[in-house]
Structures are given as structure tokens and as C-alpha cells.
């Protein structure tokens, strides 16, 4: 099993360039999510997806927009990428697990920064 | 709403010192709580979580946590640090549904 995988591990784009990050799950969970994470923030959500076909905002949806390809793959979208999105992002997945709580599985991040 | 306090930034210690990282949350209704932990240049993994019964958790690499209802807390601890304890550890509630909210996040620092 790999668990969470992300594509790609580092990224650098231009102010205005779009680019898809890639997110995929091998444990046949049906939540899915996206963060960010900054220095001093913690990590924020940005969407998520509690079962395939759904999609929702997260705390700071504002820039990115996701698809829910399969039950498996997750991606996010940036379509005109700024500054402002230089950041680490992850991505996890999460089910009910025998005592209800969802346990959340992150992939390794991938490292973006906007210049 | 429930949110996430993580009292501390940062925590430098002296290895095989203990150590303790706080944390207090917020929650209107009955909460999960968790403690992940952050290895540089990795993703997070679960290190204990607490549902409900004995307030004591205890989770992997030695580390356990203590529930307080009345103080809204869940503080982590481990009697003896080792340098690969280096890392960023985070809080974290969940209601029970799919959704977490993490805290900001405490770097602990082992010092040889």
C-alpha cells in the first residue's frame, strides 16, 4: 500500500500561471482533503470531499477549485496562481473508523512557491 | 464552532528530559481529540487520539496525553525525549464527523 501519494513534490510557478496538483489514495476511503500549510498557521482546509461526486469549501477555498475524479484521486486547482500561494500543501484522506472518529492518512506535501 | 489553542510555538529541551506540549480546545458538543506528528519534509500521522473513557491516552514512540474536561485540555507529555523526537506536533478536534480542525502547531527542538 502507498497510502496518500502527491504529484508533484516541488513547484515553482510565475504570478498568473495555472497548474494542477495531483492527489491519490490506495485505501479505498471515501473523504478526501486538501490543506495548506504556512509558517505559524497550522494547517487550513481548503476543500474537501466527503464521498466521491461531492465537494465542498473548506476555511480558505478563495483561488483553487478541486475535482473529485474517482473515489481514489482528489486534484486541486490553481488557475491563476500569486504569490500569496507559496505554501506546502497536503493532501489526506480519511474514513469512519470502528470508534467513529475519521482518522486522517496525508500524503508528503508537495512545495509550491509563486514568484 | 470548535477551534484550537496550541499554547506554545515552539519547545526546545534537553534530550532525555521530559517534556510537555500544550493544548486547549473549544467544542460546543462532545469532541474527539488528536495529536499527530509532523517529521521534517513529511506528512502528518496519527501519534494518539482520545474518544471517550479513560482520560490517559497513551500513543506511539513512548508519548502519551491527558484529557481534562473541566480545563478543556489535552496536553501531550513523554517522560524521556530523544533527538528523533525533533519535529512540529499538532492538535486537533474533530466532532465526530469528517471534518478536523488542527491547531497552529509546536515545534519541539531536542538538544543533544
Known amino acids: 500500500n502507498a497510502g496518500v501519494t502527491q504529484t508533484p513534490k516541488f513547484q515553482v510557478l510565475k504570478t498568473g500561471q495555472s497548474m494542477t496538483l495531483q492527489c491519490a489514495q490506495d485505501m479505498n476511503h471515501n473523504s478526501m482533503y486538501w490543506y495548506r500549510q504556512d509558517p505559524g498557521m497550522g494547517l487550513r482546509l481548503i476543500y474537501y470531499?466527503?464521498?466521491?461526486?461531492?465537494?465542498d469549501k473548506g476555511e480558505v477555498p478563495n483561488g483553487y477549485n478541486v475535482s473529485r475524479l474517482n473515489k481514489r484521486e482528489f486534484s486541486l486547482r490553481l488557475e491563476s496562481a500569486a504569490p500569496s500561494q507559496t505554501s506546502v500543501y497536503f493532501c489526506?484522506?480519511?474514513?469512519?473508523?470502528?470508534?467513529?472518529?475519521?482518522?486522517?492518512?496525508f500524503g508528503p506535501g508537495t512545495r509550491l512557491t509563486v514568484t | 464552532a470548535q477551534s484550537v489553542t496550541q499554547l506554545d510555538s515552539q519547545v526546545p529541551v534537553f534530550e532525555e528530559a521530559p517534556v510537555e506540549l500544550r493544548c486547549n480546545y473549544s467544542?460546543?458538543?462532545?469532541?474527539?481529540l488528536f495529536w499527530y506528528v509532523q517529521y521534517p519534509n513529511q506528512g502528518l500521522q496519527l501519534l494518539l487520539k482520545y474518544l471517550s473513557g479513560s482520560t490517559l491516552v497513551k500513543g506511539i514512540n513512548g508519548f502519551e496525553a491527558e484529557f481534562n474536561k473541566s480545563q478543556t485540555s489535552f496536553h501531550l507529555r513523554k517522560p524521556s525525549v530523544h533527538i528523533s523526537d525533533t519535529a512540529e506536533y499538532f492538535c486537533?478536534?474533530?466532532?465526530?464527523?469528517?471534518?478536523?480542525?488542527f491547531g497552529a502547531g509546536t515545534r519541539l527542538f531536542v538538544k543533544a
Open positions: 486537533a478536534v474533530s466532532d465526530g464527523g469528517f471534518k478536523t480542525i
Open positions: 467544542s460546543s458538543v462532545s469532541v474527539y
Open positions: 470531499s466527503a464521498s466521491e461526486g461531492t465537494t
Open positions: 489526506a484522506s480519511s474514513e469512519a473508523s470502528w470508534d467513529n472518529s475519521y482518522e486522517q492518512y
